[in-house]
């Protein structure tokens, strides 16, 4: 049974950072496309960024964000700094099924998501 658990949110003042953690079992993380996505209230979800063996990233985050994996802890992190108040939303790791490929293609469906952690980022 896959469990993906997220930890390492919380609240902070713009220009701060945070680390998100995504805890994986049942699933090897270092074998699969990961990505993180992100939810604010009233918007659709999105995307933030995903690694396979490359990484890729919303325009907005580039820059500011970097996503990684400890494969021998088995779990994906999310480094985001330069926090801004836009970046406010419930963070989803999700992992997908069974890619060979080097970079996780925006189609890739992810039928594996943690629960979520919150990131508030204030003015």
């Known amino acids: 049974q896959v469990q993906l658990v997220e930890s390492g949110g919380g609240s902070v003042q713009a220009g701060g950072s945070l680390r998100l953690s995504c805890a994986a079992s049942?699933?090897?993380?270092?074998?699969?496309?990961m990505a993180w996505f992100r939810q604010a209230p009233g918007k659709e979800r999105e995307a933030v960024a995903s690694?396979?063996?490359?990484?890729s990233y919303t325009d907005s985050v580039k820059g500011r964000f970097t996503i990684s994996r400890d494969n021998a802890k088995n779990t994906l992190y999310l480094q985001m700094n330069s926090l801004k108040p836009e970046d406010t939303a419930m963070y989803y790791c999700?992992?997908?099924?069974?890619?060979?490929?080097?970079?996780?293609?925006?189609?890739?469906?992810?039928?594996?998501w943690g629960q979520g952690t919150q990131v508030t980022v204030s003015s």
């Open positions: 999700a992992g997908a099924g069974t890619w060979g490929g080097s970079y996780c293609p925006p189609e890739l469906r992810y039928p594996y």
């Open positions: 049942g699933y090897t993380v270092s074998s699969h496309c």
């Open positions: 690694l396979r063996v490359s990484a």
